[in-house]
């Protein structure tokens, strides 16, 4: 890789690091297709498994290879030839391929891992790097537990590495245990006293212990890495790892950090799905970017002022992140604003609603639901049409005979912006015969286009919604009618589009 100095690769570890969450694993052919994905998203490494660790992983690491053109294929070891071996193996299908090798650089590892010495686990290091050298050119080196290791000491290590043959060096915080300011000193440190830091990239690969991976990861960037290890979601053992899309979009976010990436970050939203539905790892919804309450907003002040200007209270654009578009939820808590945001969107014209009286019972509702969706609206909406228009037509007496051997009629009486007319009309059915008893009275060509009826409540109370896609002088309009009896449902969808032009 070129040493672009504003250049961040990006190193996935998904299908290593984020596969080791028990209840996780993958099959090869899974793994092809969220490799295939991360290509297409424009990750710069795909760190494809441990191969010594089981035949399963050695095989999805050989796949993988053969897959994946672009990126980078990385293979993960232990400081030991064996381990070496299996993965050089493991990547001879790989067009550009790594091995990914390394070992403790704590004091605590070093004791009570290793049982060795500082100067017995150096030479170690050097000695696997020099060894991974002969099967590939890449050769990336991690020091694990970097953040709790000794500046000095860690500095040491890097400098032999990279003089060894390291082409980039990984300082983990393998722990998630330093604070922002520490990790970024920790890595400024490197910058300033490994005197052939120039010869390698320096990568950070920080754990979520303590929540703050994503910060540690950018404040490692600021003082000087070069390569960001990351997962989808941010999974990963105990409690995760760096989330990819945070770190994305935080760089494209702050500009001035002077620092990009070659992600196309439309494709986070799919991809976080995919690796969520393969590994049955459900997303949660407050997660940053991703979750579904990201760019959801339920508070009446921010719906007002997302809907006004977006950047109000959203800094990312949705659809830079796969989404369509924010959700306005509406609830008890939400305004006028947003009410009428979605009576729009529904195809209502809202100069002709009396929409402080259709808030007013859209609330009393809301008091009771924890969410209003759709069908809560257009019930609202048919169930007092009389009152949510300014003018327009609304149904006082609706009565129908219909039977063998009876012909279907309907006998009807409409208020027509403030003047009742009635009308009697017979019909292929009972709802044929209203709809040409309200079509008599508004003298009018209007024509159906499409007519659904769905019942959405079970039992003896069944609800029908009705769907009717009207025509009238060249243009369409749709409306809605709810109610236990299908024919008063069918005229209220009726007259709700009716009442959308008349």
Same mark, same amino acid.
């Given at each position: 890789?070129?040493?672009d ?9 998904? !299908? ?16 092809? #297709?969220?490799? !295939? ?10 760190e494809a ?7 399963? %992983? ?6 993988l ?21 299996v993965?050089? %193996?493991?990547?001879k ?5 790594r091995? /990914?090798t ?10 009570y ?5 500082? #100067? ?19 050769? #990336?080196?991690y ?6 290791a ?14 060894a ?10 722990n ?20 052939n830091?120039?010869?390698a ?8 212990? +303590? ?7 950018i404040?490692?960037?600021?003082n &000087? ?11 990963g ?20 950090l ?22 049955r790892?459900?997303?949660q ?8 309450n ?5 508070s ?8 006004? /200007? ?5 800094i990312?654009?949705? #659809? ?37 009286? *259709?808030?007013?019972?859209f +609330? ?13 609206? !257009? ?7 009389e ?7 609304? *149904? ?6 219909? &039977? ?6 309907s006998?009807?009486?409409?208020d027509v912006?403030?003047?009742l ?5 017979? &019909? ?30 079970? &039992? ?10 009207i ?13 236990? %009896? ?10 709700d ?6």
């Amino acid at each position: 890789m070129l040493h672009d100095p504003n250049r961040i690769y990006i190193f996935d570890t998904t !299908l290593r690091d984020g596969e080791q969450v028990p209840g996780c694993q993958l099959t090869t052919s899974e793994k092809i #297709e969220i490799a !295939l994905r991360l290509e297409a998203l424009g990750v710069d490494v795909i760190e494809a498994g441990f191969p010594v660790s089981s035949p399963g %992983d050695f095989q999805s690491v050989v796949e993988l290879s053969k897959a994946v053109t672009e990126p980078i294929i990385c293979a993960l070891t232990r400081a030991n030839k064996n381990d070496i071996d299996v993965a050089a %193996d493991s990547l001879k299908y790989a067009k550009r391929p790594r091995i /990914h090798t390394g070992i403790g650089a704590s004091d605590m590892h070093i004791k009570y891992k290793f049982n060795s010495t500082r #100067e017995a686990i150096l030479e170690r290091g050097v000695e696997a790097v020099k060894y991974a050298k002969q099967f590939v050119e890449d050769i #990336e080196f991690y020091a694990e537990d970097a953040g709790r290791a000794d500046d000095a000491y860690l500095a040491q290590m890097v400098e032999a590495v990279i003089a060894a043959g390291a082409t980039v060096v990984n300082i983990p915080d393998t722990n998630g245990y330093c604070l922002p300011d520490q990790y970024g000193a920790k890595i400024k440190y490197l910058m300033d006293h490994v005197s052939n830091i120039d010869k390698a990239i320096i990568s950070v690969h920080c754990h979520n212990d +303590l929540g703050l991976a994503t910060a540690n990861t950018i404040a490692g960037i600021q003082n &000087g890495a070069r390569q960001a290890e990351c997962t989808i979601n941010g999974i990963g053992e105990r409690a995760g790892n760096t989330s990819l899309e945070e770190v994305a979009m935080i760089l494209r976010t702050h500009q001035t950090l002077n620092k990009h990436t070659n992600i196309n970050s439309k494709h986070f939203y799919e991809l976080s799905g995919m690796v969520s539905r393969m590994m049955r790892m459900p997303v949660q919804p407050n997660k940053a970017i991703v979750g579904k309450n990201a760019f959801a907003h339920s508070s009446g002040i921010h719906q007002d002022g997302v809907l006004k /200007h977006r950047e109000n209270y959203e800094i990312i654009n949705p #659809e830079d992140v796969g989404i369509d578009q924010s959700a306005i939820i509406l609830t008890a808590r939400s305004g006028r604003h947003a009410l009428k945001h979605h009576l729009e969107r529904l195809g209502y014209v809202i100069d002709k609603i009396n929409l402080d009286d *259709v808030y007013d019972r859209f +609330l009393t509702v809301a008091d009771k639901k924890k969410e209003i969706r759709d069908d809560d609206l !257009l019930s609202l909406m048919s169930d007092a049409t009389e009152r949510n228009y300014k003018e327009g037509v609304t *149904v006082k007496l609706l009565q129908v005979m219909c &039977g063998d051997p009876l012909i279907p009629t309907s006998m009807i009486k409409l208020d027509v912006n403030g003047t009742l007319h009635e009308a009697v009309s017979s &019909g292929n059915g009972p709802v044929d015969a209203t709809i040409k008893a309200i079509n008599s009275i508004l003298d009018k060509e209007i024509s159906i286009k499409e007519f659904h009826i769905d019942a959405i409540e079970g &039992g003896s109370d069944d609800v029908s919604k009705v769907n009717m896609r009207i025509q009238y002088l060249d243009k369409r309009y749709n409306g809605y009618g709810f109610s236990t %009896d299908i024919v008063q449902a069918s005229a209220k969808a009726y007259l709700d589009a009716v009442n959308k032009f008349i």
